[in-house]
């Protein structure tokens, strides 16, 4: 059975940091692509972040150089360091796993982040 569990999320303040992590379990987590992504009330999931089994990343615009996506495969755990939090960053942040090959694709239960004064 697969299992994402996502914490760290809460309430901080505009320009705040936040750190989110995901611990993986029933998958082979090092050859999986993880991701986190994001939805906003009333907005569609996007992707904020993902980090390939080679070790690529790949972020959204809007937190490029603000956020860092990161990965313990031997913990089976992808974090988010989100810096220079903004209200709009304000959302479900959900963690994926998703292998290239076959095709498999697997969400946590997500955790909230909300940024406001």
């Known amino acids: 059975q697969v299992q994402l569990v996502e914490s760290g999320g809460g309430l901080v303040q505009p320009g705040g940091s936040l750190k989110l992590s995901c611990v993986a379990s029933?998958?082979?987590?090092?050859?999986?692509?993880m991701g986190w992504y994001r939805q906003a009330p009333g907005k569609q999931r996007e992707l904020v972040a993902t980090s390939t089994r080679g070790g690529r990343k790949n972020y959204a615009n809007s937190v490029s150089g603000r956020f860092t996506i990161s990965r313990d495969n031997a913990k089976k755990l992808v974090y988010l360091q989100m810096n220079s939090l903004l209200p709009e960053d304000t959302a479900v942040y959900y963690c994926?796993?998703?292998?290239?090959?076959?095709?498999?694709?697997?969400w946590g239960q997500g955790t909230q982040v909300t940024v406001s004064s």
């Open positions: 029933g998958i082979i987590f090092s050859d999986f692509t």
């Open positions: 994926n796993a998703h292998h290239p090959i076959l095709s498999a694709n697997y």
